[in-house]
């Protein structure tokens, strides 16, 4: 029998992955395998979401997490590390996520030693059609593993938009975030970081705190290394000009009005 794993992160995409994936596999075939993060840095409405949406559809949630996880979040796993990166890839997604799901796999769904394969398990994500980069590499990296993957929301016709459509409201962090990821997330750019800025003060002194120790920066702009604390004057202008705080205008949007308020006020 064939056990189908869906990477249930918190977001709607695996949300709507996961119902598809039951709805054609039923609920006795499904694991939902999340990787919980610190209350501190997941917001609680994503943690409302995911067991909802599992409650909703008959299927329990598998947690694979970090050790510490409730008290360590990617700020704490880097300055353990003592650097934000290794090579191109965050830290912390590799000790948050990647550590936990690669050994939760070998204890649970080993491939096969003989044939390399593992032919009891497919593994399902919640990449869009438009990120087929992301979809080639990741099917690269789990076939050579020895798992197959699959791509509902990008290859199967006829799913569902939203999860508001089978009665499970989306997590209220997408009315300001554009991602379910962490607050104060490592990859993301300085709009992301100027949300934070004014809405999670906590978080951007925890991450200049993590940034001093390191001795290196979260943020490149123009592919050049550019400190949080550089930011902080023109944040505050930005937060006294009354530019909104969010993540749902595009970046190229959001930085021309915010040139334009800025030079009206300074003019």
């Known amino acids: 029998m064939i056990k189908h794993i869906v990477c249930y992160s918190g977001g709607e995409t695996s949300g709507i992955v996961a119902y598809e994936v039951v709805k054609r596999f039923g609920p006795e075939n499904v ?23 599992a ?18 979040d990617q700020f704490d796993v880097c300055l353990q590390a003592k650097a934000f990166k290794a090579g191109m890839h965050p830290i912390c997604t590799s000790r948050l996520k990647t ?12 491939a096969d030693p003989e044939t390399g394969r ?11 059609a ?17 798992y197959a993957v699959e791509f509902p929301v990008a290859n199967w016709a006829g799913c569902i938009k939203s999860t508001r459509e089978i009665g499970v409201e989306p997590p209220h962090t997408y009315e300001v975030w554009k991602h379910a990821n962490c607050i104060g997330c490592l990859r993301a750019g300085r709009q992301h970081w100027y949300v934070v800025y004014c809405r999670r003060p906590d978080i951007w002194e925890k991450a200049k705190i993590t940034e001093a120790a390191i001795g290196y920066s979260i943020l490149r702009i123009d592919n050049e290394p550019v400190f949080l ?34 030079k009206e006020r300074s003019a």
């Open 130 to 146: 438009k990120e087929q980069a992301r979809i080639d590499r990741r099917t690269r990296i789990m076939n050579e593993k020895g």
């Open 55 to 72: 409650s909703a559809l008959g299927v329990p949630i598998t947690y694979a997490n970090m050790e510490s996880w409730e008290v360590m």
């Open 229 to 262: 604390k550089e930011m902080e004057d023109q944040f505050r202008a930005m937060k006294e000009a009354g530019i909104e705080a969010t993540e749902k205008v595009s970046p190229t949007r959001f930085w021309r009005e915010t040139k334009r308020i800025l």
């Open 99 to 110: 550590r936990p799901f690669e050994r939760w796999l070998k204890e649970n769904y080993p």
């Open 31 to 53: 694991i939902l395998l999340n990787h919980d993060i610190s209350a501190n840095v997941e917001d609680t409405d994503i943690k409302r979401y995911k067991i909802e949406l």
């Open 118 to 128: 593992q032919e009891h398990a497919i593994i399902y994500y919640g990449f869009e």
